[in-house]
């Protein structure tokens, strides 16, 4: 099953459809190991995709003088604590 290019959606609704079958007891032996093996090459590349996304995802925070600034969140080992960035002029006009 080719996961590359699909929407992480997607995969994880087919995830969820191999694992209630698998629940069901009404596959083969045989069936169950195929589905297994689909479900981990699902979870490998939902992994993939959060992993990806989590290296994006920026956090806003207001900084001791109350300005917002943005923080880049770090995947766990990737050299510590967050980094902060230095805050964007455009930050002033957010309306929070």
């Known amino acids: 099953m080719a996961t590359k290019g699909r929407k992480f959606e997607d995969e994880l609704k087919d995830l969820e459809t ?3 079958q698998i629940d069901s007891g009404e596959l083969t032996l045989e069936e169950s190991i ?3 093996e ?8 939902l992994n993939q995709k959060l992993d990806e996304v989590e290296r994006k995802v920026e956090m806003l ?5 109350g300005q917002l600034q943005s923080v880049v969140l770090q995947a766990e080992g990737e050299g510590g604590g ?11 006009d957010v309306p929070f």
Request: avoid cysteine; aromatic fraction near 4%.
């Open 38 to 45: 689909r479900g981990v090459a699902l979870v490998k590349s």
């Open 34 to 36: 195929g589905a297994f």
């Open 18 to 20: 191999l694992v209630s």
């Open 82 to 92: 967050s980094s902060e960035a230095a805050a964007d002029a455009d930050d002033e």
């Open 61 to 65: 925070t207001r900084d001791a003088e």
